[in-house]
């Protein structure tokens, strides 16, 4: 069955919302479509993922396959997209994505086109469009490969929504580990604290720059209280060790695209802007009237932070 | 340990705000400098720090060489490179229009075959094409294991690292065994990211990269630097992606500045409704 072949990101066992982005991507690329859901677990997965109009829903379901490694999972993704014929292989691009796609490619021998946020179908070809030069300029990419190898930018293609319907679920043997897989060996994952709305999922993300200091959770926490926000971070905050490395938001960090971005005391480098620029809205609070976040933003207060944003919260309390 | 080092010369990344579109639709970066991708620096950074005892960054306890795919004028940065401190370098001749990923990943391939390091360092992505693919490519055509997008490196002798690759929100720790390749990030040049066996636990680098001193770089002019072709390399040398045209992103247009928390609050709710 030629198609589009989606492999689902898991985490112990549950759909990661990443893959509804990828469901969303293949229903762009039209035809019949499949998923692979691969991980320890995966068979339970299968019943949440049935329900998206797939032509069908494969997993790779074993033990050893507890931790994502690249080396225990390509080999597998790559046995079923090659038993399938599939014309296309999409994955999300999350760090999941972005790690296992190009050795997937490698595998196939197939182009792999990295990061997209467009694709065109024109009869029987595909374009695909991705962000390059920091987010300034948009480049179009074919593959000459008879398999395309895709990743796709979860921020530009929104999340499929169930559609009913329930796709037969069929089960595959994981294919051998590459020989590479025995001279990796997964320790433990450390998560950041936080009781707050992802980074990529927000509705809403405020984030601090180095000049806020010492005082960055002081500052910042009870404005993302007050809107229900996400924090972020400049790379200056976190280089600084103001804030923790997971907060980074920018071309080395998160990309993210909330409906809201406030952005205090940042002055809106390349690299930091190349991550927050799809936000639907910009709101920049800087004491530096030319810092080149006001020309980005929608709504620009040139005042001091560390005055602006208590007060800024005391009038969302008053308003709320 | 000898380690191999794959960096890319790209248009200064400080500055992509002010490429161009030419007529027939084609980034143009004339005007910027070029430099370093900063993750390769990075990744040199790395390969030196694992190189050495952080106390004494003197003595190389090791091999670095870095490899670059370019044009003639890229040796420029490979010099600087050798005057930062790698041993050697290699240039393997070639234009950005005849590579892609996959065709430096093949290049590389046969680059290692010859070097025979025990770790291939790149940066987890170039400046400008940002495709964060080689490293993955590479380790799949040597059959070695990959560590991308990595924050934290810690020698364990001379055959393991352990490594903590950064995923969203927290981090991934694994331990490899070598030859490996892996993938920096940019937090890998913090005062306590990289301990090589040599380096007391307790060492602190100053942030960043290093820069090279005056004697060095004069050294540097006499320390080896080769040209390889690259079809000696890779004897098929079809592209498997092809770029065309491309946009300039729809410009944010700056919007209006507001007098005081009030007015800000007040169009955040009726204005742009999202409160």
Known sequence: MAGTLVIAELSEGKVKKSTHSAITFAKQVGGPFAILAIGAGAAGAAAELAGFGAAKVVTVDAPSLAHYTAEGFAPSVAAVAKAGGYDVVAVAASSFGKDLAPRVAAKLSAGYAPDIDRVKVDGGKRAYRRPQYAGNALGWLEVTTPVHVVSVRQTEFAAAEPSGGASPVESAAKAADDAAAARVEFLKVEAGKSERPDLGEARVVVSGGRSIKEQFKQVLEPLADALGAAIGASRAACDAGYAPPELQVGQTGRTVAPQLYVAVGISGAIQHIAGMKGSKYIVAINKDPDAPIFQIADYGLVADLFVAVPDLVKALKASA | ?275
């Open chain 2, 1 to 275: 340990m000898k380690i191999l080092v794959a960096v890319k010369r790209v248009a200064d990344p400080d500055n992509l705000n002010k490429i161009k579109l030419s007529a027939q639709g084609k980034v143009d970066t004339t005007g910027l400098e070029p430099k370093a991708s900063p993750y390769d620096d990075y990744a040199l950074e790395t390969a030196l720090r694992l190189t050495e005892n952080g106390a004494n960054t003197k003595a190389r306890l090791g091999e670095v060489v870095v490899v670059t795919f370019g044009p003639k004028e890229a040796e420029q940065m490979l010099r600087a490179m050798l005057g930062t401190g790698a041993d050697r370098a290699i240039r393997v001749d070639a234009t950005d229009d005849a590579l892609d990923g996959d065709l430096v990943a093949r290049g590389l391939k046969a680059v290692v075959d010859k070097e025979k390091p025990d770790l291939v360092l790149l940066g987890y992505q170039q400046a400008e094409n940002e495709s964060n693919e080689v490293g993955q490519m590479l380790a799949e055509y040597l059959g070695w294991p990959q560590a991308t997008s990595v924050g934290a490196i810690t020698s364990e002798g001379d055959t393991k690292l352990v490594v903590a690759r950064e995923i969203e929100g927290a981090t991934a720790q694994l331990r490899v065994t070598l030859p490996a390749v892996v993938t920096v990030l940019d937090k890998i040049v913090h005062p306590k990211s990289v301990h090589s066996k040599h380096t007391a636990p307790t060492h602190a680098y100053p942030d960043g990269v290093r820069f090279a001193a005056l004697m060095a770089i004069m050294a540097a002019k006499k320390k080896p630097l080769a040209e390889l072709k690259l079809a000696e390399l890779a004897p098929d040398v079809a592209l498997k992606v092809k770029y065309g045209n491309s946009e300039l992103p729809p410009k944010r247009a700056a919007g209006v500045k507001v007098k005081d928390v009030g007015e800000l609050v007040n169009k955040l709710k009726t204005e742009a409704k999202v409160i």
